[in-house]
Nanobody
């Protein structure tokens, strides 16, 4: 098993930046990819970004060029750097990994983009 703990959310003005962190309870980067999802009220959860075992990254079209996913293996932590934030980025952001066909989720961190 693995526990995922997100942090770094908050209230930011449009055009602002935030960096989210997802800390894993043990080393997983050599066995599983890690992804960030988000879910806004009344909407389905959507994939935002993922980083593969090889360190390749993929992004939703809506965040390309603004969000960057990265990882620090020494800290068992994945980051999501978000810049040029828009009101439509307002969501609860979740960290996710799948290990041996079992999905693990963090508790989520709220990001609110508003003036």
């Amino acid at each position: 098993q693995v526990q995922l703990l997100e942090s770094g959310g908050g209230l930011v003005q449009p055009g602002g930046s935030l960096r989210l962190a997802c800390a894993a309870s043990r080393s997983i980067f050599n066995i599983a990819p890690v992804a960030w999802y988000r879910q806004a009220p009344g909407k389905q959860r959507e994939l935002v970004a993922e980083i593969t075992l090889l360190g390749n990254t993929n992004y939703a079209n809506s965040v390309k060029g603004r969000f960057t996913i990265s990882r620090d293996s020494a800290k068992n932590t994945v980051y999501l750097q978000m810049i040029s934030l828009k009101p439509e980025d307002t969501s609860v952001y979740y960290c996710n990994t799948v290990i041996q066909n079992t999905a693990y989720w963090g508790q989520g961190t709220q990001v609110t983009v508003s003036s």
